[in-house]
């Protein structure tokens, strides 16, 4: 499926073109910001740009689908396909739902990781455990939509995944957080349980990719994963009733 | 084997509190009224039963049911040894539910791609080594529509590569819920000889509900009739409509105005056709009078549609 999706995608003009769209804004950004850099207007590395601008592109791709809508939908108009299907619910709601929207990103990424590995910026472990790192996310990502996707149909609340959205879009393109946290409150910021933009968020406080990011993420990826479990098993029943 | 027995099935309201409360058991939900109240039925093996009734009737809350949709709120069901809303592995293996206007394909990949993950998901031959799909394809002329995405396709076509896609992995149990929504008399066609197909090369259980009550008596051999959430009817569509069709109408292509006027009060002429209202017991004297009472080229006797007979049991 994933496979045929991707030639659909290579068989699409339309698709080349939201390509292109997408890695000329991306593009732009990282330039930007290393202008700004360069002026010392920004207090960041070109390797923390870099980084950041790649993990905030998966986030802002997943953010306009916005993978709750697509959940939801799944959740309860077709909700003869999760119940009856022999596949697990988790593996029909990655596999029909969450894959595709990540198949559809996936050449920006990988041109934006070989772009990071042609031009040395990062040693290629630490490009690898930053790609575990965003994979690990995107897992979080998966299981924190599953929640809002429950609670949308729970609450009859549309709005809930135009707040996560709006939320989510706001957060991860914005300095925000270092706006409004200095001092002790960055530090502990930094061990708070992630949202949606951790890594892109830890990667503008912190000039190196250390162990706190990973203690962070296997955190929140346990609450997000056994809040989602209890909550799917308990909505399997209730849809039920 | 299908055994149901003293099945009910009362809705909650879905709004936001009563949602919160139930999920969460924060306290009690009134339920609403029973959409189905204490119905019983065996269905044994290789039947293909149509469930017929009104609106709110309390059919695709049975069907539900029976498939594990739903969980009753009281009485029993029993598919073979599984209890449906348990959701054994080997009972979703075992059942094809299709419900037309609820798409089963996803937009955006191409249909055979996903026919393909179906049979591998059930563990089938894939799609050019499997015959039993590949003749339902040939019998629906769907080959042709393989290729395209599901969102390119006519309401009718996606219908029917939707309901190939329901069933290619040889259920022993087809649930239909109003199949042939939206398909046209061609489309209607290929559909009923998919599922003349099926009865023969799988021998399955076939439940279906439709309003389009000819197609159910046309396809079942045995019809269940829902009202106000509880059983009305249930027999053989031939003895149905046998017991239940004592009218006749008696026809007659006037070639002259000859004996219009004084007419008997069972009989309406809007010449050039007469027409006799009459009943199956007095048919052969009123056929007897019209002929002499009428200068004729061409006589038609009709019974009641289907619909006619059971709009009745609809009230």
Redesign the interface.
């Given at each position: 499926m994933i496979f045929a999706k991707i030639k659909n995608n290579l068989l699409d003009p339309a698709y080349y073109f939201s390509q292109i769209l997408g890695l000329l804004s991306s593009s732009f950004l990282i330039i930007l910001w290393l202008y700004l850099s360069k002026l010392k207007l920004v207090q960041l590395s070109n390797i923390q740009i870099i980084l950041y601008f790649i993990s905030i592109y998966s986030y802002f791709y997943l953010f306009t689908y916005s993978l709750i809508d697509r959940l939801a939908a799944r959740l309860a108009t077709g909700s003869q396909s999760f119940l009856l299907s022999p596949k697990s619910v988790y593996t029909t709601l990655f596999v029909k739902d969450y894959l595709p929207i990540l198949v559809d990103n996936i050449p920006l990424i990988f041109l934006s990781l070989l772009l990071v590995i042609f031009t040395g910026v990062l040693p290629l472990n630490k490009l690898i455990y930053f790609i575990f790192l965003q994979f690990t996310v995107h897992l979080i990502y998966f299981f924190t939509s599953v929640i809002g996707a429950i609670f949308q149909l729970l609450l009859n609340w549309g709005f809930i995944s135009f707040s996560f959205r709006f939320i989510g879009q706001t957060w991860n393109g914005s300095y925000i957080p270092l706006i409004f946290l200095s001092g002790g409150f960055l530090s502990f910021a930094l061990f708070l349980p992630i949202f949606y933009s951790g890594i892109p968020f830890q990667l503008l406080l912190v000039q190196d990719l250390d162990y706190r990011l990973i203690i962070n993420l296997f955190v929140f990826l346990f609450i997000s994963f056994t809040m989602s479990y209890l909550l799917l098993a308990r909505f399997k029943t209730h849809v039920q009733e | 084997m299908i055994k149901v027995s003293g099945l009910t099935k009362k809705y909650?309201p879905?709004?936001?509190l009563s949602?919160?409360k139930?999920?969460f058991n924060l306290g009690q939900v009134a339920s609403l009224p029973p959409a189905v109240h204490n119905i019983s039925f065996t269905i044994a093996g290789n039947q293909t039963v149509g469930i017929i009734g009104p609106n709110g009737a309390g059919k695709t809350t049975t069907i539900k049911m029976l498939?594990?949709?739903?969980?009753p709120t009281s009485g029993e069901i029993l598919v073979d040894q599984y209890t449906p809303?348990e959701?054994n592995?080997n009972f979703?293996?075992s059942?094809a539910?299709f419900?037309g206007g609820?798409?089963?394909l996803?937009d955006?990949?191409?249909v055979r791609?996903?026919l393909e993950?179906r049979l591998n998901?059930?563990q089938q031959p894939v799609l050019a080594k499997n015959l039993y799909v590949k003749h339902i394809i040939r019998l629906s002329q769907s080959l042709s529509l393989l290729d395209s995405?599901p969102e390119n396709l006519s309401q009718g076509q996606r219908h029917l590569v939707e309901f190939i896609a329901s069933i290619l992995h040889r259920p022993k149990y087809i649930f239909l819920d109003e199949p042939m929504l939206g398909l046209d008399i061609l489309a209607i066609s290929r559909f009923k000889k998919v599922i003349k197909y099926l009865k023969m090369s799988l021998n399955p259980t076939i439940i279906l509900t439709s309003h389009i009550l000819q197609q159910v008596v046309d396809l079942s051999d045995r019809i269940i009739l829902i009202n106000h959430g509880v059983i009305v009817l249930d027999d053989t569509p031939d003895n149905i409509i046998r017991q239940n069709t004592f009218d006749r109408q008696i026809k007659l292509h006037l070639v002259s105005r000859q004996g219009t006027t004084d007419i008997p009060s069972n009989t309406y002429v809007k010449y050039p056709w007469a027409t006799i209202k009459t009943t199956k017991q007095s048919l052969e004297k009123d056929i007897d009078s019209g002929m002499k009472r009428f200068q004729f080229d061409d006589i038609r006797i009709t019974e009641p549609s289907v619909d006619q007979i059971f709009t009745k049991y609809y009230k």
């Amino acid at each position: 499926m994933i496979f045929a999706k991707i030639k659909n995608n290579l068989l699409d003009p339309a698709y080349y073109f939201s390509q292109i769209l997408g890695l000329l804004s991306s593009s732009f950004l990282i330039i930007l910001w290393l202008y700004l850099s360069k002026l010392k207007l920004v207090q960041l590395s070109n390797i923390q740009i870099i980084l950041y601008f790649i993990s905030i592109y998966s986030y802002f791709y997943l953010f306009t689908y916005s993978l709750i809508d697509r959940l939801a939908a799944r959740l309860a108009t077709g909700s003869q396909s999760f119940l009856l299907s022999p596949k697990s619910v988790y593996t029909t709601l990655f596999v029909k739902d969450y894959l595709p929207i990540l198949v559809d990103n996936i050449p920006l990424i990988f041109l934006s990781l070989l772009l990071v590995i042609f031009t040395g910026v990062l040693p290629l472990n630490k490009l690898i455990y930053f790609i575990f790192l965003q994979f690990t996310v995107h897992l979080i990502y998966f299981f924190t939509s599953v929640i809002g996707a429950i609670f949308q149909l729970l609450l009859n609340w549309g709005f809930i995944s135009f707040s996560f959205r709006f939320i989510g879009q706001t957060w991860n393109g914005s300095y925000i957080p270092l706006i409004f946290l200095s001092g002790g409150f960055l530090s502990f910021a930094l061990f708070l349980p992630i949202f949606y933009s951790g890594i892109p968020f830890q990667l503008l406080l912190v000039q190196d990719l250390d162990y706190r990011l990973i203690i962070n993420l296997f955190v929140f990826l346990f609450i997000s994963f056994t809040m989602s479990y209890l909550l799917l098993a308990r909505f399997k029943t209730h849809v039920q009733e | 084997m299908i055994k149901v027995s003293g099945l009910t099935k009362k809705y909650y309201p879905q709004d936001t509190l009563s949602n919160l409360k139930r999920f969460f058991n924060l306290g009690q939900v009134a339920s609403l009224p029973p959409a189905v109240h204490n119905i019983s039925f065996t269905i044994a093996g290789n039947q293909t039963v149509g469930i017929i009734g009104p609106n709110g009737a309390g059919k695709t809350t049975t069907i539900k049911m029976l498939t594990g949709l739903l969980r009753p709120t009281s009485g029993e069901i029993l598919v073979d040894q599984y209890t449906p809303f348990e959701l054994n592995i080997n009972f979703k293996k075992s059942l094809a539910l299709f419900r037309g206007g609820y798409p089963n394909l996803d937009d955006g990949v191409i249909v055979r791609d996903q026919l393909e993950d179906r049979l591998n998901v059930y563990q089938q031959p894939v799609l050019a080594k499997n015959l039993y799909v590949k003749h339902i394809i040939r019998l629906s002329q769907s080959l042709s529509l393989l290729d395209s995405v599901p969102e390119n396709l006519s309401q009718g076509q996606r219908h029917l590569v939707e309901f190939i896609a329901s069933i290619l992995h040889r259920p022993k149990y087809i649930f239909l819920d109003e199949p042939m929504l939206g398909l046209d008399i061609l489309a209607i066609s290929r559909f009923k000889k998919v599922i003349k197909y099926l009865k023969m090369s799988l021998n399955p259980t076939i439940i279906l509900t439709s309003h389009i009550l000819q197609q159910v008596v046309d396809l079942s051999d045995r019809i269940i009739l829902i009202n106000h959430g509880v059983i009305v009817l249930d027999d053989t569509p031939d003895n149905i409509i046998r017991q239940n069709t004592f009218d006749r109408q008696i026809k007659l292509h006037l070639v002259s105005r000859q004996g219009t006027t004084d007419i008997p009060s069972n009989t309406y002429v809007k010449y050039p056709w007469a027409t006799i209202k009459t009943t199956k017991q007095s048919l052969e004297k009123d056929i007897d009078s019209g002929m002499k009472r009428f200068q004729f080229d061409d006589i038609r006797i009709t019974e009641p549609s289907v619909d006619q007979i059971f709009t009745k049991y609809y009230k």
